[in-house]
Every structure is written in structure tokens, then in C-alpha cells.
């Protein structure tokens, strides 16, 4: 009976140790889209966003970047206003405007980011709407945001990694 006992504990021993080797894969696969989403980040400046919110009307496509971001933000940014289900209110160019009214706390939002979806703390409604919007958008690219706008088209990379994070976290 002891030996029986002992090995249905080796077996979930050795299940244990493959769920947790397959748990540091996806987080070794997860970590350079962050970099990358940082890294959209780091070539951007508090110009480009006061340049970007400027925008009375903005180019085709960046205007959709801009409403993903509101999405990733909802619930997480007070300056995005979300209804009583937590999802965003207004998904318009004014509200765009109203998230990066502060640059410098806008920048420090999405840099912040990676630690929400670490924390579990962004709930999977603001992924799905914000991949709902890029996934609608064949624009929704870096060469085509960079024609347009640096700032938008840096959105556009950390929206793209960001959501790849999520997933594979």
C-alpha cells in the first residue's frame, strides 16, 4: 500500500515539475514582448503626446490606437471614465484626449502596465475590447502609425506586445 501511495505522489511530482517548467517557458516567451512594449515607449517624449491630443481631428487609424489604449486603461486610469460594469463610457477622441491630458502621468500609466497584468488586476473585458478594435483595423501597424504620428505609433507597439503579454501570461 506504501509503495502505491508513493507512486501516485511520484506521478504528481513529475506532473508538478512539467506544469511548472511549461509556467517558466511562457513567462521567458512573455518578457521580451514587454521589453518591446517598453521599448515603443522609451522613444517617446511628453512632445509627442501633448502633439497626439493636439490633433482637432486625428489621422485615420490613430484615432482607433488611441481608443485600444482607452480600453487597456479602463478601470486602471481615473481619467478614463468607465460606467458601473467597468467599461469605458465614451470611446470617442475627446475621451482619447482627456486620458492624455497629463502626458507625464499618461506615460507613467502605460509604463506601469506590466505590473497590473502581473498582479491580475485588468480584467479581460479591457483586453478583448482593445484586441476586438486592432484585430477590425488593417492599419493598425507601426509603419502605418509612424506615417502619422511617433506617438501613435508607439501606442500601436505597446498595444500589440501588451496584449500578447496578457495572453501568454
Known amino acids: 500500500k506504501a509503495k502505491i501511495e508513493s507512486n501516485k505522489c511520484q506521478k504528481i511530482k513529475s506532473n508538478i515539475i512539467q506544469v511548472k517548467q511549461s ?3 511562457d513567462v ?3 518578457l521580451p514582448l514587454v521589453r518591446q512594449a517598453e521599448q515603443a515607449l522609451d522613444v517617446l ?3 509627442d503626446f501633448v502633439e ?34 467597468g467599461r469605458v463610457k465614451e470611446t470617442n477622441w475627446k ?34 475590447s482593445a484586441r476586438q478594435i486592432k484585430n477590425k483595423n488593417k492599419d493598425f501597424t507601426y509603419e502605418s502609425m509612424k506615417k ?22
Open 95 to 128: 475621451a482619447c484626449q482627456k486620458m492624455m491630458s497629463d502626458a507625464d502621468r499618461f506615460m507613467s500609466k502605460l509604463k506601469s502596465y506590466k505590473q497590473h497584468i502581473d498582479s491580475q488586476n485588468i480584467p479581460s473585458q479591457n483586453i478583448e
Open 45 to 47: 517624449n511628453k512632445k
Open 28 to 30: 521567458a516567451n512573455a
Open 148 to 169: 502619422k504620428s511617433a506617438a501613435a505609433a508607439g501606442l500601436c507597439i505597446w498595444v500589440q506586445n501588451i496584449i500578447l503579454y496578457y495572453d501568454t501570461i
Open 52 to 85: 497626439l491630443k493636439g490633433f482637432s481631428k486625428p489621422p485615420a487609424g490613430v484615432d482607433q490606437v488611441c481608443i485600444c489604449t482607452l480600453h487597456l486603461l479602463a478601470g486602471i486610469d481615473s481619467s478614463v471614465d468607465v460606467d458601473k460594469k
Open 23 to 25: 509556467c517558466e517557458q
